[in-house]
């Protein structure tokens, strides 16, 4: 079974753009999960999406957005892109919402100048 | 507040020189208690769930525990190539898959 995937896997962008990144679950997982990685907070639950609809929400500001598609595909957004948004963002798949793994994709890692 | 300790922060062995990472926790509701590894530059790779107080799992030469208040990961006769940091991480009643994480143990094993 191919892995958790996530594009693009490096990114460059400046001061006030947005920036759109996408995650693959592993086939048949239905939930997706979004991370922030940063040497300073560690890792840092941003939302999490079950059959097209988010049920859970981390403590970050409404510049971050996300949605699911029937595919179970997931997509993140940030606009007004600032110099502490640069991270690793990570996405992970679950088959359902009780017990079982949780896997990790590669992450992308954002660089904002 | 839920929260999740990691200890120690860094961790230096030698080669085939055995060692245990402890987890502790301080969460309303446990549903499951979860330990990644990462290597620089990568996602966390999955080693193990533990779901209840006195359950183990083991894996090559990891083995990790679980008890009310904390879940430890034992490396027995560790090599080079299990350097990496590893990562806990809870998931709590009510927060359907949030997982909250510890800061992490980077561990470097030396030959």
């Known amino acids: 079974k191919a892995g ?9 962008k400046t001061r006030g753009q947005q920036v759109t990144l996408s995650c693959s679950p592993i086939s048949g997982h239905r939930s997706v999960s979004w ?21 859970n929400k981390g403590n970050f500001p409404g ?5 699911q598609f029937s595919n179970s595909r997931s997509e993140m ?8 948004d640069s991270a690793l963002y990570l996405c992970a798949s679950r088959a359902t919402s009780g017990r079982g793994e949780q896997f990790f994709g590669p992450g992308t890692r954002l660089t904002v100048l | 507040e839920d929260q999740v300790t990691q200890s120690p922060e860094a961790l230096r062995l030698q080669e085939g020189e055995s060692s245990s990472l402890n987890c502790s926790y301080t969460v ?16 966390p790779e ?9 359950e183990e799992k083991e894996k090559e030469r ?44 980077r561990l470097a094993v030396h030959p």
């Open chain 1, 35 to 55: 991370y922030q990685q940063t040497p300073g907070q560690g890792l840092q639950f941003l939302f999490e999406y079950f059959s097209e609809t988010q049920r």
């Open chain 1, 77 to 84: 957004n940030v606009s007004t892109l600032e110099l502490g």
């Open chain 2, 28 to 43: 309303s509701g446990l549903r499951g208690l979860f330990w990644y590894r990462q290597d620089p530059g990568k996602g």
């Open chain 2, 62 to 105: 990891l083995k990790a525990t679980l008890t009310k208040k904390e879940s430890f990961l034992h490396i027995t006769a560790p090599k080079p190539e299990d350097s990496a940091t590893y990562l806990c991480a809870v998931q709590i009643s009510g927060g359907y898959n949030k997982l909250i994480f510890g800061a992490g143990t």
């Open chain 2, 46 to 54: 999955f080693l193990f769930t533990l779901y209840s107080a006195g």
């Open chain 1, 4 to 12: 958790v995937t996530q594009t693009p896997r490096y990114l460059i």
């Open chain 1, 63 to 67: 510049r971050f957005s996300g949605r």
